[in-house]
């Protein structure tokens, strides 16, 4: 099975939003070359594994600069921004019926995200690590399931955390292509995703300097770097000034400050 296929399969909107009975879903999948359950089974990524690994896993909060623990990060960020979207949806009253569809499809994505990180693990022959109690109040500091303005703050933030994440992430992925050029499929969707939830809060569909667009001081981690004009030795804010200068590249976040972003709502 090509697993990038698949993975278009799983985002694409028509394989979530019509209705059909897990036959007829293990009936469409099986249409690229091989039957596949969409959560339960995993997806046999084994064979297309070419590049040896090792497998260990992070200890305590070390972080280490290895392929399974670059996944192993990438999935605590998805199980975060899962749940956050699930409760939201599921929390009566909060997401206006204008924009349910949005987040409906957006969870839907970051479910098929989920699966993918776990199978992909458990093919490198490394246990997925189970799903942090998050708090989404970051001990009180937020209210976002009784406040929608709030609801796309959070939003925002880690939409925008993930996508400077999975780019941090990269040079980690480089050594098993599949992954990478998996990697670099979800990556552009939390783009999209970022983008999207910027825009329903009037800001910007992109990240000037490190002004995040009307957010609350907490979340000044999540764009701390973004003021560099620097690239590969040259100085953007040259030609276009700073503001543009910075909004044409993002920047990254380690390993290490994707943690600690996301340790802010981890019980």
């Known amino acids: 099975m090509n697993i990038l296929k ?11 939003t019509r209705e059909a009975s897990r036959l007829e879903t293990l009936t469409s999948i099986s ?12 997806l046999g990524l084994g064979a ?16 280490k600069n290895t392929l399974t623990d670059a996944l192993q990060l990438a999935l605590v960020l998805e199980y975060l921004e899962n749940e956050y979207y699930a409760i939201g949806l ?31 693990l458990t093919s490198l022959g490394v246990t997925p690590g189970a799903k942090p109690t998050f708090d989404f109040t970051a001990g009180g500091s937020f209210t976002p399931f009784t406040d929608y303005n709030q609801f796309l703050v959070l939003a925002q933030a880690f939409e925008d ?5 999975y780019k941090g992430q990269a040079g980690n992925v480089m050594s ?8 670099l499929q979800i990556h552009s969707v939390e783009a999209r995703h970022a983008s999207q939830v910027r825009r329903m809060r009037a800001n910007k569909g992109w990240i000037e300097l490190a002004d995040g667009g009307n957010m609350p001081a907490a979340t000044n981690p999540v764009y701390a770097g973004e003021q560099n004009t620097t690239q590969a030795g040259y100085n953007t804010a040259t030609a276009f000034g700073a503001a543009a200068g910075s909004a044409a590249y993002d920047e990254i976040l380690t390993g290490s400050d994707a943690q600690t972003i996301a340790s802010l709502f981890i019980v």
């Open 6 to 16: 698949l993975l278009d399969k799983l985002s694409d909107d028509k394989f979530f």
């Open 31 to 42: 249409a690229f070359g091989k039957k596949a359950a969409v959560a339960a089974v995993p």
């Open 48 to 63: 297309m594994m070419t590049t040896s690994v090792k497998a260990t896993t992070p200890t305590g909060n070390t972080y």
């Open 90 to 120: 599921s929390t009566a009253g909060l997401i206006p019926n204008v924009d349910r569809t949005v987040f409906m499809q957006i969870a839907k994505h970051e479910s098929a995200h989920v699966t993918f990180l776990k199978n992909t």
């Open 161 to 165: 955390t993930g996508v400077r994440a």
């Open 176 to 183: 098993n292509k599949t992954v990478l050029q998996a990697a």
